[in-house]
């Protein structure tokens, strides 16, 4: 293919672009400043009813208010999980101070690249709000002509809602936009919202264009 046949690429979030630091360690250094001894075993229980519950219960985050709601609900799953008696509303803070994101190797310069390139660059990704936030810790939310969420859109994936979104606000035609992820409902939905499709990892989506 060409980058002349495109106008805008959009990219998936968790899996594509970032990735979650091992959050165990800092789970437990966050109780232990509480004075609260929690093995390993526990508070990985605990994360993972948390993420049983989020992932699909993400949209529900979609202002601050119900944000802040979601948050105080996976605190309290993940406490309750971890066997950890604490109340959750003082918890919340450490809580998000733990789930830190860091970037996929070479992805955050395959979007530079791309924007050099004059191309139009969004994210599209299964997740609330508070995405831009993360991007914005990583110091990258800039490279971004607009960042969904289909907490925002109101769809999860494959719902073709978030890509339709994005698009709107790239102001690019869906023939000419192409969507890169990582999961089914990346392909689907952007089949759906009428883009192409390209799977991950965003570094070597691209290789053999001219």
Sequence with gaps: MRFAELDAVTVDGYGTLVRLRDPIPLFQAQLAERGISCTADAVRAGFEAEVAYYRPNALLGRDAETLAALRLECTRIFLDGAGVELEPSSFVEAFMASIV??????????VRSLGARGLEVGVVSNWDIGLAEQLERLGVASLFGAIVTTAEAGAPKPEPEAFRLALERLRVDSSRALHVGDEPGDEQGAAAAGMRFAPTPLTGAFEGWT
Excluded: D, K, Q
């Excluded at 994101?101 to 395959?110: N, Q």
């Design 101 to 110: 994101m860091e970037p996929i190797e070479g992805a955050f310069e395959t």
